[in-house]
């Protein structure tokens, strides 16, 4: 099992790629939703902002009015940053789940790399 730690520097790093690859997300300008990440095994939440192509302000703790909620174990999450796990397996598998609207999956496509 991996640490809040751990946990908490893998969402820096994909924060971090999600503002360098913003030109290729195609969100419009006034996209923005509120993000939560549950780390199922620790019992531990972030929350984020997605506005304008990027990912920001992550935040310990859960955001109770989050659009878009990710649940995940924390080895998992710890898998899908060394490319050990391709997130389109993590979701047909259920090792992640994805509450939002279907609206805001679809936008949120690219973002999530579902596709590739």
């Not at 929350?47 to 909620?69: M, Y």
């Amino acid at each position: 099992m991996a640490t809040v730690d751990e946990c908490r520097n893998v969402l820096e790093k994909m924060a971090g790629k999600v503002a360098r690859k913003s030109d290729e997300l195609e969100l419009e300008e006034d996209f923005e939703r509120t993000l939560a990440v549950e780390i199922t095994d620790l019992n531990q939440a972030f929350s984020a902002k997605l506005s304008g192509n990027k990912l920001t302000d992550l935040l310990d703790g859960d955001a109770a009015d989050a659009e878009v909620r990710i649940l995940i174990g924390s080895d998992d999450l710890i898998a899908l940053s060394k490319k050990e796990l391709k997130p389109a397996k993590a979701l047909l598998t259920g090792k992640i789940k994805i509450k939002a609207s279907v609206k805001d999956l679809a936008k949120l496509r690219k973002a999530l790399k579902v596709d590739k």
